[in-house]
């Protein structure tokens, strides 16, 4: 099968979620693939597969954050967002390798610190606790150089406002004067989204 075969029955595979169970093998056995394009559509959706099946992915997390090491920029994002997925879905199994995720903070490829900030809202949506210490991180990426990483920046924020308020207090100054003050539209439109959402979460908790 050629590599433009095998992608296009990734894609059918991906429409057909009922099959997925039972493909976990099969797609995580892609990972050893020659080609970078296939091992970035099977990390893909062997993060969504563990959204939906966490217990079935349990043996291949490891092979999927050995990623994060690879030299491939576009790897390193799909292994930092299928980690995400999994662990929205089940934070224990990406525990040992969660700390390990704060360097692509300052990763060189822009897309690599954009899909760390997808990694991060997707894992604090239903393990926020675990970001108390980590604001900062966060917050020097709402500076960041690339319009993209910069415009999802605030969404962190966001996903935090609404379950813990209190982590977002300290930055809301900042999140205004970037609602008011950022060149990019998006961005100030996130911004100030994420002070919505931070305010209508404390408003919750005093009434």
């Known amino acids: 099968m050629t590599e433009t075969e095998l992608y296009k029955k990734l894609g059918q595979l991906t429409k057909n979620k ?15 693939h020659d080609s970078p394009k296939i091992k970035a559509k ?28 690879s030299a491939e920029p576009l790897l390193r994002e799909r292994a930092l967002n299928a980690l995400g997925r999994i662990g929205r879905a089940d934070f224990e199994l990406i525990r040992p390798y969660w700390k390990d995720l704060f360097r692509f903070a300052k990763d060189g ?31 020097e990426l709402l500076r960041d150089s690339d319009d993209k990483a910069r415009m999802e920046a605030p969404e962190i924020f966001r996903v935090l406002g609404k379950r813990k ?35 209508a979460s404390k408003s919750k908790t005093f009434l």
Request: with cysteine; hydrophobic share 45%.
């Open 109 to 139: 490829a822009p897309n690599v610190r954009l899909n760390f900030i997808w990694s991060a809202e997707n894992i604090a949506t239903n393990t926020p606790d675990i970001y108390a210490d980590f604001m900062d991180v966060f917050a």
């Open 18 to 32: 009922d099959e997925w169970e039972q493909n976990i093998p099969y797609v995580a056995v892609l990972l050893e």
């Open 165 to 199: 308020p209190q982590f977002v207090e300290p930055y809301i100054r900042l999140l205004k004067k970037i609602s008011e003050s950022d060149a990019n539209r998006v961005v100030r439109i996130h911004a100030s989204g994420a002070i919505k959402a931070t305010e």
């Open 42 to 69: 099977a990390l893909w959706l062997l993060g969504e597969m563990g959204l939906k099946w966490p217990r079935e992915i349990t043996c291949y997390v490891s092979s999927v954050a050995s990623f994060l090491n």
